[in-house]
């Protein structure tokens, strides 16, 4: 009886407010909209880091034929260069850091950049024989790419030692001031949000004047009063996650996973299955949110 | 049922209190008049009781239970002890008669099977049988204030506040209303009036407890209007 009682005065409101409640489910869906995206850009950055952190992390690129590079005055690698920096790669000296090396010659570069670029106007644009030799390190640890440039340095042969993962750092820094971006408008909207549900439960409240302060007089108990108030906006609050975590899902499973993951070889995207995981902590966000600043607002506008 | 101790109640510092020294007992079951000019503190006592306000000083207990450091949470119980009338009846106009009443039960937890046998009998108490499916605005005055006392006893409270309840009503069914008031008195409830009505106080002729400027004039056992003699 009493939980049907609430949920009359809770659909009551949201009927006589409807433009209100409409605006409350709007601005929570854009705000949470923005949040929902800037979780996913730092799954993406983990899920990327995973991956590429797993895989070859230094490139030790050989002397092509017509290299201006100091080291590779002599002309293109020697097989006995080739040996002796293999040789170097694989001691004493370096045995720590090593983790382990593989030799990628002009068929497999040219294999893989081909796969790479497949289906773009860059396939087959290279010929096998311009393809660079390459030796592949993977790291103990990733961070200490320095102390393989700095060994070859002067090595003959080695025409230059490139950090995979830097390359993939500027790629992350562009994705986290995507995420600082979108988290400063979320949180912007968020406050909108905030101070939108509290004018929405302000008017509500005053509309309904006349039966809370029967309610008052008879005897009902503060959370009886309140609680038609605070769901309202909590509901519409949630309706609005709802919406962002579709808008979401929607943008993924069309954008990302359907468009974006077809471009982007080798690596897995967000997927559907993702938004899936941050849709429920959405709807978390939006009605502590909501529930909230309806109680705080309450508190101050409904005296006992 | 009702003890005011020396209640002292200001709005503000500076300006003379609305209530000084106050005190007083109404004994279970009794009828007790609050008369005085506008301004002397009789919608003050009445909020007092109501505890819609907090005494500046001094002690008040309502239904045996010390009101004044009384716990938020528990004013809601207190008023459920209470019933209230006003002036302006405060009905909802977008209920008729019976959901009116109906209303003071849903929202203090009643199950719908009590509130289908309460809410009859108290209609029939008021004299508003029949007239369950009427809206306020097709009702006169003095039918309204029926079912605003409907709804301020259908609880069956130990007091009855009635804060010019004849206010807006003509003599007669000023007269009619007091009949609907005694009636609950004479069933128990406690029954504090505060009025301008002197018509009516004389012919009561019960307990008048005169008010002006915030002091007691008077309190006289089967007294009579005469404010300000």
């Not at chain 1, 929902?36 to 002397?63: E, H, N, P, T």
């Not at chain 1, 850091?97 to 002009?106: A, T």
């Not at chain 2, 099977?113 to 508003?128: F, R, W």
Request: charged share 20%.
């Amino acid at each position: 009886m009493k939980s049907s009682f609430i949920l009359s005065e809770v659909f009551g409101g949201l009927k006589r407010n409807f433009s209100m409640v409409l605006s409350v489910v709007l601005v929570t869906f854009v705000s949470l909209l923005f949040v929902g995206s800037a979780i996913l850009l730092q799954m993406q950055i983990g899920g990327m880091k995973d991956y590429w952190y797993d895989r070859v992390q230094v490139a030790v690129f050989l002397c092509p034929p017509d290299s201006e590079a100091p080291t590779c005055a002599e002309g293109e690698v020697t097989e006995e260069q080739k040996e002796s920096i293999r040789a170097d790669l694989e001691g004493q000296d370096l045995a720590a850091y090593v983790d382990e090396v593989h030799f990628e010659d002009k068929e497999m570069a040219h294999r893989l950049f081909n796969e790479q670029f497949a289906g773009t106007s860059l396939e087959g644009s290279v010929p096998q024989d311009q393809m660079q030799e390459s030796f592949r390190v993977k790291l103990v640890d990733a961070e200490q790419y320095e102390i393989i440039n700095e060994y070859f340095s002067a090595t003959a042969g080695v025409e230059e030692v490139v950090d995979q993962n830097k390359l993939l750092d500027q790629l992350f820094a562009i994705m986290n001031v995507a995420t600082a971006i979108a988290v400063a408008i979320a949180a912007i909207m968020l406050l909108c949000a905030v101070l939108l549900i509290a004018t929405t439960i302000r008017l509500s409240a005053f509309s309904r004047r006349r039966e809370t302060g029967i309610m008052r007089l008879v005897g009902a108990s503060n959370a009886f009063i309140q609680l038609p108030f605070v769901l309202e906006g909590v509901i519409a609050a949630a309706l609005g996650a709802a919406l962002a975590g579709a808008v979401l899902a929607l943008v993924v499973h069309f954008g990302v996973a359907g468009w974006l993951q077809a471009q982007a070889a080798g690596f897995e995207l967000v997927s559907v299955g993702d938004v899936l995981i941050v849709t429920p902590l959405l709807i978390g966000i939006g009605i502590i949110m909501a529930g909230v600043s309806s109680v705080i607002t309450l508190r101050r506008y409904m005296k006992v | 049922m009702i003890t005011f101790e020396s209640v002292t109640k200001s709005y503000d510092s500076k300006a003379e209190p609305a209530l000084d020294d106050v005190s007083f007992t109404a004994e279970a079951g009794e009828f007790v008049f609050l008369v005085g000019p506008s301004g002397s503190g009789k919608s003050t006592v009445i909020r007092l009781v109501l505890r819609e306000e907090i005494p500046t000083s001094g002690r008040i207990r309502v239904a045996g239970k010390s009101i004044v450091k009384m716990p938020t949470w528990k004013v809601p119980y207190l008023r459920r002890s209470i019933g209230t009338v006003f002036q302006d009846f405060r009905l909802l106009p977008n209920k008729n008669v019976f959901d009116n009443v109906a209303f003071a039960l849903h929202v203090i937890g009643k199950s719908s099977a009590s509130i289908s046998t309460l809410v009859p009998d108290v209609l029939e108490t008021v004299g508003l049988e029949g007239k369950q499916k009427r809206y306020p605005h097709e009702l006169s005055g003095g039918e309204q204030q029926r079912v605003a006392i409907a709804r301020a006893v259908v609880n069956k409270p130990g007091i009855l506040l009635a804060d010019e309840p004849t206010g807006n009503l003509d003599p007669a069914t000023s007269q009619d209303i007091m009949d609907v008031i005694d009636r609950i008195n004479r069933n128990g409830t406690t029954v504090l009036m505060a009025t301008h009505d002197g018509e009516i106080v004389n012919r009561m002729n019960r307990r008048v407890i005169e008010l002006a400027d915030g002091v007691i004039m008077r309190d006289e056992e089967r007294g009579s209007y005469q404010v300000g003699a």
